[in-house]
């Protein structure tokens, strides 16, 4: 463990998880485990973005539903659509009802499926209808519930790091799979629970809510995992993405039903 592998790690960090073009001179599990600690930040500032991008287009004149859904599809943007792409995979691979080997084949594939075409359009229209209701109550309730989203999305991502296998011997999360290390994992859920102060600028009851949608979220996450890790015996970078998306949706869900004007 050395500064020069945390450097590394949040390069990889955003080089994996955004579409910012980073050069990453080394890429092994050390720095893998590295990346995967740095990730929650990344998606708190990733989600602070897409709320401050539905505030200000409801400020500028657009209705709520038409900001957030800019928001939400600059989001997508900024990420090039990877979780989206492997939640839409995972919901074909999970669905088509095959055993491990002929899931994860279907997974593989380029194109989408029922299931991943029904899945997107379910969780993105959750994800706007939610931050747009945010926006409504107020533009703080919209920053903190969006920041505690993506910050909750990308930890799931970590806890599963920690010691879940792999389902293939190559890809993503044979890369990752198992380079979290408990310590580096309680330290993300501290600052993510820090993060849901953020709602204060709202109100109290707004913060609490933002702390129970982040335990919602990695709840859902989890469940996921548990079915995920069942039928295909591991994780994949497919699984991880839809690790993000499920949690993103199911804050922004609890936050919204929370949130007063």
Excluded: K, Y
């Amino acid at each position: 463990m050395s500064g020069a592998d945390a450097l590394a790690g949040a390069r990889m960090a955003v080089g994996t998880f955004t579409v910012w073009p980073v050069r990453v001179a080394r890429v092994d599990r050390v720095v893998a485990g590295w990346a995967m600690v740095w990730a929650p930040l990344l998606g708190g500032l990733l989600g602070g973005v897409v709320g401050v991008v539905a505030v200000a287009g409801a400020l500028w004149g657009w209705s709520g539903p038409l900001a957030a859904l800019l928001a939400v599809g600059l989001g997508a943007l900024l990420t090039r659509g990877l979780h989206l792409d492997g939640l839409a995979d995972l919901a074909d691979g999970l669905g088509s009802g095959r055993p491990a080997e002929g899931a994860l084949e279907v997974m593989r594939r380029s194109d989408i499926g029922p299931f991943g075409v029904i899945t997107l359009l379910v969780a993105v229209g959750a994800q706007v209808l939610a931050l747009a209701q945010l926006v409504g109550a107020s533009p703080w309730a919209a920053v903190a519930g969006a920041v505690v989203a993506g910050a909750t999305g990308r930890l799931a991502v970590t806890l599963a790091c920690t010691r879940t296998p792999s389902a293939r011997p190559d890809g993503l999360g044979a890369l990752v799979a198992g380079t979290v290390r408990p310590l580096g994992a309680s330290v993300c859920a501290a600052g993510v629970l820090a993060a849901c102060l953020l709602g204060l600028a709202h109100s109290p009851g707004f913060a609490v809510a933002c702390a129970v949608g982040a335990v919602a979220g990695l709840a859902a996450a989890g469940a996921l995992l548990f079915r995920a890790v069942r039928r295909l015996g591991g994780v994949t970078g497919d699984v991880l993405g839809a690790l993000v998306e499920s949690a993103v949706t199911v804050v922004l869900l609890v936050t919204a039903a929370a949130a007063r004007g």
